[in-house]
């Protein structure tokens, strides 16, 4: 089964910078697209960034400039680098990855807390 874990949340300042990971339990590449979803209390899941196997990546205009999604296919990790943090990214994050050679299926990891408070 495939297994998505995340890690590197918690805590940090407005204006503080956090870099999230999500290392999957086998190859990323077996993923055509991987991303960061995030989920505030009381609001919908909303899709923050992606990356294809081919290196392009998306962003939410919320956070455009401010957060770098980036893999390492070696250490089958997706990494999202945070910057200039504000209290309205405080959301549990989730790593999401998504297989579509003999269908389409997604997997989700459990999430990690980010809170972004002064």
């Known amino acids: 089964q495939v297994q998505l874990v995340e890690s590197g949340g918690g805590l940090v300042q407005p204006g503080g910078s956090l870099r999230l990971s999500c290392t999957a339990s086998?190859?990323?590449?077996?993923?055509?697209?991987m991303g960061w979803h995030r989920q505030a209390p009381g609001k919908q899941r909303e899709l923050v960034a992606t990356?294809?196997?081919?290196?392009?990546?998306n962003y939410a205009d919320s956070v455009k400039g401010r957060f770098t999604i980036s893999r390492d296919n070696a250490k089958n990790t997706v990494y999202l680098q945070m910057s200039s943090l504000k209290p309205e990214d405080t959301a549990v994050y989730y790593c999401?990855?998504?297989?579509?050679?003999?269908?389409?299926?997604?997997?989700w990891g459990q999430g990690t807390q980010v809170t972004v408070s002064s």
């Open positions: 086998g190859s990323i590449l077996s993923f055509n697209v």
């Open positions: 999401n990855g998504r297989k579509s050679i003999l269908g389409v299926y997604d997997y």
């Open positions: 990356i294809t196997s081919g290196g392009t990546t």
